[in-house]
C-alpha cells in the first residue's frame, strides 16, 4: 500500500527538521563553505545525501536487525566513526587561510567520502532508524522503504546546502587569518562536542 498523503505530509517534517538542524554533517558543511566556497564543496552535499538515502535504505531491509542482534558490531562502529569525527575535527581546526577561491591548505571533503562518513555518523543512524521505524507502513514494506530513503534524500540536499551557503556567505568576513582561525577552531569544538552521545550513551 503506498504512502498515504498524511503519512507522507509528517515525513516531510520530520526529513526536513532532522536535516536543518545542527549535526556533524551541517557543522562541517558550514566549515567546507567558509573555507572553500560553495562550488568546491558541493560534492560534500552531494555526498551526504546519496550516502545517506542508501543508509536508508540499508536499515530498512534489514541491516538495523542486526545491530540489535549482535551490539557489539554497533558499538564498533560508534567507536570508529569517534575516531573519525575526531580526525575531521583536527582537519578543520588546521584549514589554512582563504587565499582566492582555494585555502592555502588542504582540500574539501569529496563526494565518496561524504557518502561513507554516513556510515559513522550516530546522528545520520537516528535519523535513518526513526524514519523506518515511524513512517514505513508495513504493507508494501519494501516499496515503501524506497519511498522513504528518496523523499529523504531529495529533502535533505537543500537542507544541508543552506550550511554550505551560509558558510560561503562568510568567506568575506573570515577572509582575516584571525577570524578564520577562530572560526575553524569553534568547527572544530563543535563537531568534538557531538560526540557525547556517542562516547556516553550506553
Known amino acids: 500500500m503506498p504512502l498515504s498523503l498524511e503519512l507522507i505530509s ?3 517534517l520530520f526529513a526536513f527538521v532532522s536535516s536543518i538542524t545542527p549535526g556533524p554533517n551541517n557543522t ?5 563553505g567558509a573555507n572553500f566556497g560553495f562550488r568546491r564543496t558541493l560534492p560534500h552535499a552531494l555526498g551526504i545525501s546519496f550516502g545517506f538515502m542508501f543508509l536508508v535504505v ?5 541491516l538495523g536487525g542486526v545491530f540489535k542482534a549482535v551490539p557489539m558490531a554497533y558499538t564498533v562502529l560508534r567507536y570508529l566513526g ?5 580526525y575531521l575535527a583536527w582537519k578543520v581546526a588546521t584549514s589554512g587561510p582563504i587565499s582566492g577561491t582555494h585555502t592555502a591548505h588542504g582540500k574539501p571533503l569529496g563526494f565518496w567520502g561524504a557518502a561513507a562518513f554516513q556510515w559513522v555518523n550516530p546522528k545520520a543512524w537516528v535519523m535513518a532508524v526513526g524514519a523506518i ?10 516499496t515503501n522503504v524506497f519511498v522513504i530513503a528518496l523523499v529523504f534524500a531529495i529533502i535533505n540536499l537543500p537542507s544541508v546546502c543552506v550550511w554550505a551557503g551560509f558558510g560561503s556567505a562568510l568567506r568575506s568576513v573570515l ?13 572544530a569544538l563543535l563537531l ?7 562516547v556516553f550513551d550506553h
Open 10 to 12: 509528517a515525513f516531510t
Open 28 to 32: 562541517m558543511l558550514l566549515a567546507s
Open 58 to 62: 540499508a536499515v530498512g531491509l534489514g
Open 82 to 86: 569517534a575516531a573519525y569525527l575526531l
Open 133 to 142: 521505524t515511524t513512517y514505513t507502513p508495513s504493507q508494501g514494506y519494501i
Open 175 to 187: 577572509s582575516q587569518p584571525r577570524w578564520l582561525m577562530v572560526f575553524n577552531l569553534s568547527m
Open 192 to 198: 568534538v562536542l557531538s560526540l557525547y552521545p556517542i
